[in-house]
């Protein structure tokens, strides 16, 4: 259930390079975006049974909840249509064999890949765009049924490039009787100052017991704080118009602010750091020995198997304006891929998609998975609604998913120098946070390392 909240913080330098490497092939050979219009019904039409591939990095449970969903698609589909769902180990490993694939020319119809990629993937020009397949296949998939903050997460010069699949929430955590013993109000939760003075009351009251902590392992949260504060990642437009993002941005004062009382919890030692471990990390909430934390919506299954009674899931704290400050979504998306894949392959892969994102499909896969249900029609079906009502947490992410408004903040940084950026951020801002560094030499420090890393990729990317 947390593999997209694991595998951002495995992503490494390495895997990057072959990232880049391949990107510069298919920019100067003949792999550019498919010409032409997107495939339509005629595309199907024309053509006899077809086999699909389809890609994924999903584990555990959700990935048993995706095979699950194709083989309902095998047995229903009346249009000759069969899926070939194969699992191709963690999400790094996906990413590393679809670059692979790129310079063979022998890429899957359909991959399954994570946020953190949308860069990357845009960049290779191997794709047709989800917005150009929904325009031409009408009685498909409805793009205005998926949730706004996903579609903002997935979309590029007001375009939507994939299909948002299975999405994530960040959430803040809360043990209530700890709250409770220290006298600290929940009420006080939805700011960082709220945040803030909640954490050190605790700490002070109640000996051994820490007031916060955060996933040390993974610079999403580093994204967070600046989305909270309604500020862009990268420049201009998060990356999101035009020739894409050329500069890493730290600047606004929001964003700072938020960053550094989180350092400053640690530094005074107030938070608890658990490293890199984010298991420990949920251990350690489950145990009691920290009141709050920072987590992916992804951990509420391990809450319930590790035996948690008593917390409250709530929205992580805004510090921007209403309208553009928010959250960023976690998860993946299903791409279409383009050159090599004739016409009746594309219009296959987008009815594919379109059943996988369809409301029936999209509740028993969020059920079974402890994703977000994508498609905002399951929020009118009646066992959703009973599953919402013995669910508190879950309705507590569906709250935050529904409120998070579609602003270029919440769009996050599309560049795909950004998994490089994440590891940048961990080694500056968390010597900040052991207070090996003083803040402000750590945000420049990881300021000007972003911007280089930004540019290095586009030189290398012949951007």
């Given amino acids: 259930m947390r593999t997209d909240h694991r595998t951002r913080r495995r992503l490494a330098v390495a895997v990057l390079a072959t990232l880049v490497t391949a990107l510069s092939a298919a920019c100067s050979s003949s792999t550019a975006p498919a010409s032409g219009p997107a495939p339509g019904p005629s595309a199907l039409a024309q053509a006899g049974p077809v086999t699909v591939t389809l890609w994924y990095g999903l584990g555990g449970a959700a990935g048993k909840a995706l095979q699950d969903a194709v083989a309902g698609f095998n047995a229903h589909n009346a249009d000759h249509i069969t899926v070939q ?14 670059t692979s694939a790129i310079r063979d020319g022998s890429t899957p119809d359909m991959l399954l890949s994570n946020d953190v990629s949308t860069g990357f993937i845009h960049d290779a020009g191997q794709t047709v765009s989800a917005q150009d397949l929904a325009a031409a296949n009408p009685g498909e998939l409805n793009l205005q049924d998926l949730r706004p903050a996903a579609r903002n997460y997935y979309t590029a010069d007001g375009k939507l490039l994939s299909a948002p699949f299975n999405t994530s929430m960040p959430m803040l955590y809360v043990n209530d009787s700890l709250l409770t013993k220290a006298g600290a109000d929940k009420a006080t939760l939805t700011t960082m100052t709220g945040l803030d003075a909640a954490a050190r009351k605790i700490h002070s009251a109640i000996p051994g017991v820490a007031g916060f902590a ?116 976690g998860g993946a998306s299903l791409w279409v891929s383009g050159p090599g894949h004739d016409a009746a392959h594309q219009a296959a892969s987008w009815k594919v998609i379109s059943y996988l994102d369809s409301p029936p ?103």
Avoid at 381 to 399: E, G, K
């Fill in 85 to 98: 769902a194969v699992f191709q180990g963690d999400y790094d490993d996906t990413l590393a064999k679809y």
């Fill in 361 to 463: 499909v999209q509740e028993q896969f969020s059920h079974a998975s402890g994703y977000a249900p994508i498609n905002v029609k399951v929020d009118q079906s009646p066992t959703q609604q009973q599953f919402l009502a013995q669910h508190p947490a879950w309705a507590a992410v569906m709250q935050e998913f529904n409120h998070t408004p579609a602003s270029p903040a919440t769009a996050g940084c599309l560049s795909g120098a950004l998994p490089r950026i994440r590891q940048a951020m961990i080694t500056s801002l968390y010597r900040a946070f052991g207070g090996t560094t003083p803040f402000d030499g750590a945000v420049s420090e990881a300021q000007s390392t972003g911007t280089n890393i930004i540019r290095d990729y586009r030189e290398q990317a012949g951007q």
């Fill in 214 to 329: 955060e996933p040390q392992g993974d610079g999403w949260w580093f994204e967070q704080m600046t989305a909270a504060a309604g500020a862009e990642y990268c420049t201009p437009d998060n990356g999101r118009t035009g020739a894409g993002a050329t500069a890493f941005s730290l600047n606004n004062p929001e964003q700072r602010a938020s960053l550094k009382t989180i350092s400053a919890l640690y530094t005074d030692g107030v938070a608890l750091n658990t490293g890199s471990d984010d298991d420990a990390l949920t251990q350690a909430f489950i145990a009691g020995k920290v009141a709050m934390m920072f987590n992916s919506s992804g951990v509420i299954g391990d809450l319930t198997t590790g035996g948690l009674t008593g917390y409250t899931a709530l929205p992580i704290p805004v510090a921007g304006p209403a309208g553009q400050a928010g959250a960023i979504i």
